[in-house]
């Protein structure tokens, strides 16, 4: 029901968007998030966005670097990332709330993408 990409190598410093597709006549009610894992971690949030778009929340490690935006007419949502860390190496998923307003809890997200890996080189 999710599918996320985009990721690949990328040095530190540098710029990346990863895209994830949705249902668009499931999704488009609900809010979406992105999250992230580095081997050995346990999953982190890292942005949100609700399901008119206006509202987003942002993990304190990505603030001012990443930004998440959503397109309901087709049904997508990306994460374009700045000035990218080492640190921010890690799969990420994209998935949707259950609920139509932006958050951060991992258990309110009831669907969830493959996962793309993001390597950032130092």
């Known amino acids: 029901q999710l599918q996320a990409s985009g990721g690949g190598l990328v040095q530190a410093g540098g710029l990346l968007r990863l895209s994830c597709a949705t249902s668009?006549?499931?999704?488009?009610?609900?809010?979406l998030g992105w999250f992230r894992q580095a081997p050995g971690e346990e999953r982190e949030f890292v942005a949100s966005?609700?399901?008119?778009?206006?509202?987003?929340m942002y993990g304190d490690s990505v603030k001012g670097r990443f930004t998440i935006a959503r397109d309901n007419t087709k049904g997508t949502v990306s994460l374009q990332m700045s000035n990218l860390k080492p640190e921010d190496t890690a799969v990420y998923y994209c998935?949707?709330?259950?609920?139509?307003?932006?958050?951060?809890?991992?258990?309110?997200?009831?669907?969830w993408g493959q996962g793309t890996l993001v390597t950032v080189s130092s």
């Open positions: 998935a949707q709330s259950r609920y139509s307003l932006s958050t951060s809890r991992l258990e309110n997200y009831q669907y």
């Open positions: 668009k006549r499931t999704g488009s009610n609900n809010a």
């Open positions: 966005i609700g399901w008119r778009g206006s509202s987003t």
